[in-house]
Each structure stands twice: as C-alpha cells, then as structure tokens.
C-alpha cells in the first residue's frame, strides 16, 4: 500500500492563480512528522515545512500555507498567487518508527506533483 | 561548510559492470538515505540507516547494496543485478525522526 498519495500527477495554472497541492498519507503509528520539499528543474531538494502529528494547527508563510487535518490523514499545501518560480515539482513526505523498537525511522515520499506556472 | 557531497555528478557505466556512488556528510547526522528518482516515480527509498554499521533495506533494494562503517560516509553499490540502473540517485541525511533531511546533488547514472 503507498504510504504517502500525491494524486495529483501534474498541474498548470496561469501566474496569479492559487493552486492547492494533495496529499493524503497512511501511517498506524500516533506519533510521525510529515514534510513538504521543493525540487526546481535544477535538481535539488528544498525543505518547505515539517509538522508533527500532535501540531494540527495550519501555518503560513508569505504565499504559502498547510493544512494538516489528521481526520482525513491530509497535509496539503496551497500557493496563493503563484509565479513562475513556483514552478517544480513538489514532494510530500512521512516520518515514522519502523521495525521492532521503533528506532529505525523510515523516510517515504510521494511521487511528487509537477507544478507549471505559466505567465 | 556542513552539507552533503555526492560524487560523481555524471557516471557511466557498461552493462554488468558494478558501480559505487559516493555520498559524504559533515552534518554529524546519525541517519543517511539512498533514493532513487526515475520519471514519473517520485523518490523510492534503496536503503537507509540509522547508525554506523547498520542498515535497512528500502522499498526497491533489490540488486543495490551498501555500507556504513563511518558516521560521514554511506557508499550506495549497483550491482549488476539491478535490472535497470540508469538513474538520478540522490543521498540524504538527517538528524533525527523530527527533523527535516538534506540532501545531496544527486548523480546521474546512465548504464550502456
């Protein structure tokens, strides 16, 4: 079963647009964190956001925001007027214990969604 | 500066030949992690591990392996098993279950 769902394979919107990013993730454990990353076309990973399964609370930052809602088991993240440079594809990840003991934290992505931001 | 090198960025390689992809960290991060990216797949986990001189399979394991004798240093093998190698291979590391994991540049294997 995938851990993390990012049903949403590619978007395009027009510059100005809001767009929201799914995510919908599948975990037993009552303790994980979850991540959103940013990959540009040039390759590499940018950290967006880490929250933790006790912290519902919704955050903001400049044109971005989450909405984490453990009832649906959802982390998504919305651009409000997005630009160009939005432009990537986007990461959703799960943090949780694996194994016995729950030392070993497994790291899973999902398979990402390719944003285009058109002028 | 602390951060995560991998080398080489580019790699070729002939079929049936193995390869070792290097990924080096000076973060002082216990855990490090070998994805394998492919169009259209995301990030799939090869292997991880949590501290020196143990290490878990991923979800895509099969016909890789690797090595954690240091702290820094986490080599990640394709093997000639692997049925298609050609790929962007990205390292990470991170310092625990709660904190975000950085990330090297990536090689680009590309098997002939």
């Known amino acids: 079963a995938q851990k993390v769902t990012q049903a949403q394979t590619e978007i395009s919107v027009v510059e100005k647009e809001d767009v929201t990013l799914d995510c919908v993730y599948e975990?037993?454990?009552?303790?994980?964190?979850l991540f959103w990353y940013k990959q540009p076309p040039s390759g590499e990973l940018v950290f967006l956001i880490r929250?933790?399964?006790?912290?519902?609370q919704n955050e903001i930052s400049g044109r971005y925001s989450w909405n984490f809602q453990k009832s649906t088991s959802s982390f998504n993240f919305t651009i409000t007027a997005s630009q160009v440079v939005d432009s990537a594809v986007y990461f959703c990840a799960l943090s949780e214990a694996v194994g016995s003991g729950g030392s070993n934290y497994k790291l899973t992505f999902g398979k990402g969604t390719l944003l285009t931001v058109n002028p | 500066d602390g951060g995560i090198t991998q080398s080489p960025k580019y790699l070729f390689r002939k079929e049936g030949q193995n390869v070792t992809l290097s990924c080096e960290q000076n973060l002082n991060h216990d855990a490090m992690y070998w994805y394998r990216q492919d169009p259209g797949q995301g990030l799939r986990l090869i292997y991880y591990s949590q501290i020196v001189n143990d290490f878990q399979k991923g979800d895509i394991a099969e016909g890789y392996s690797v090595s954690r004798e240091k702290k820094e240093s986490f080599p990640l093998t394709v093997t000639s098993a692997q049925k298609n190698p050609t790929a962007f291979y990205l390292c990470?590391?991170?310092?625990?279950?709660?904190?975000?994991?950085?990330f090297g540049q990536g090689t680009r294997l590309t098997v002939v």
């Open positions: 929250r933790n399964s006790f912290d519902e």
């Open positions: 990470a590391s991170r310092g625990g279950a709660m904190t975000e994991a950085f």
């Open positions: 975990t037993r454990d009552t303790t994980y964190y």
